[in-house]
């Protein structure tokens, strides 16, 4: 089967770096994706890694470590409105193209 | 706006009764994924169709059907509703073919259920 694992909250202070982990298991691997959820909404798309190593969008990063099956967001220069769920995900192992995503990490951003 | 639709945005309704919840999928997009989010819970993938045909399935209950019509948009129907069934459904689409191992997926913004 396959599952991911990621810390249920993390608390930082505006301004300063966060870093959310993700560990995952899974029998095949086409990429590890991360998406953003605020309170009452949808998901949105943050960033996808297939080869190992950081991918960078603006104050977001993502790294992956396949040997590890690890990965991580990073984000920098927080702000309020970065207070949401963050959820790994990993694409199915059929042909589906179906994603199986990580119980999410509620992160808070305090003044 | 992600470009894909969801109604109705709320649903509340009693144990015992049926419900059809309707997606449409952004323009372009052939596969629809249904996923199911309980109070305070991840995303569980539910069921995909692409193209019309089913593609894949999760822990989907024998309760719960969907289809995909030929103009792609898609319903989730869910019969026999328990207080457990409560929940927020989305619907996602992507492009789903190729080789594009990103294939990200677009989310509605949700119809949430709630049964009394």
């Known amino acids: 089967g396959q599952s991911l694992e990621q810390p249920s909250e993390v608390t930082a202070v505006e301004g300063a770096i966060v870093q959310i982990n993700c560990t995952y298991q899974t029998s095949g691997f086409y990429g590890l994706s991360w998406y953003q959820q605020h309170d009452g909404g949808a998901p949105t798309f943050l960033s996808y890694?297939?080869?190992?190593g950081l991918e960078e969008t603006g104050r977001f990063s993502s790294f992956l470590s396949r040997s590890d099956s690890y990965g991580y967001l990073l984000l920098q220069e927080l702000q309020m409105k970065d207070s949401a769920s963050y959820f790994c995900?990993?694409?199915?192992?059929?042909?589906?193209?179906?994603?199986?995503f990580g119980s999410g990490t509620r992160l808070l951003v305090r003044p | 706006d992600s470009g894909v639709t969801q109604t109705p945005k709320h649903l509340i309704t009693a144990t015992g009764q049926r419900v059809t919840l309707r997606c449409s999928p952004r323009s372009g997009d052939l596969s629809v994924y249904w996923y199911q989010q309980s109070l305070d819970q991840g995303l569980q993938f539910l069921i995909q169709y692409y193209n019309g045909e089913e593609r894949a399935k999760g822990n989907i209950l024998e309760r719960f059907s969907a289809q995909q019509f030929p103009d792609l948009h898609s319903e989730l129907n869910l019969s026999s509703l328990e207080l457990g069934d409560s929940a927020l459904y989305f619907c996602?689409?992507?492009?789903?073919?190729?080789?594009?191992?990103?294939?990200?997926?677009?989310f509605g913004p949700g119809t949430r259920l709630t049964v009394l």
């Open positions: 995900a990993v694409r199915g192992t059929d042909s589906s193209y179906k994603l199986i």
């Open positions: 890694n297939a080869l190992d």
């Open positions: 996602a689409s992507s492009v789903a073919e190729g080789l594009d191992y990103t294939d990200t997926q677009y």
